[in-house]
């Protein structure tokens, strides 16, 4: 069965960085474009960022281009989301992702129905 594990969420102030990580039991990590989704308290699941699997080419939503750092480590089977300058905006439960249908390549985001796997979870609250 397929997992996806996430961990490095915490409580951190404005202004302050975090970095994510998941990492997944694919077999063939190297060929999934892997993303980071967020989910504010009382909202929708949003798009973040990914990596594609086809060139590393990344992917942002406008809100955090500039402060958020998608990378992977295919060695490790690990993606990771580097957050800095966090603002209290940025408080979410931030869920990994697993893409194998290549949407981001095509839309610059990966759509939720795109995702085949998702991680759990883990918290990120910004406090001022």
């Known amino acids: 069965q397929v997992q996806l594990v996430e961990s490095g969420g915490g409580s951190v102030q404005t202004g302050d960085s975090l970095t994510l990580a998941c990492t997944a039991s694919?077999?063939?990590?190297?060929?999934?474009?892997m993303g980071w989704f967020r989910q504010p308290d009382g909202k929708e699941r949003e798009f973040v960022g990914a990596i594609s699997w086809r060139d590393n080419r990344t992917y942002y939503r406008d809100a955090v281009k500039g402060r958020f750092t998608v990378s992977r480590d295919n060695t490790k089977n690990t993606v990771y989301l580097r957050m800095n300058s966090l603002k209290l905006e940025d408080t979410a439960v931030y869920y990994c992702?697993?893409?194998?249908?290549?949407?981001?390549?095509?839309?610059?985001?990966?759509?939720?129905?795109?995702?085949?796997?998702w991680g759990k979870g883990t918290v990120v609250t910004v406090s001022s």
């Open positions: 694919l077999h063939t990590f190297s060929r999934y474009t």
């Open positions: 992702a697993a893409d194998r249908q290549g949407s981001l390549d095509r839309l610059g985001f990966i759509p939720k129905n795109a995702v085949n796997y």
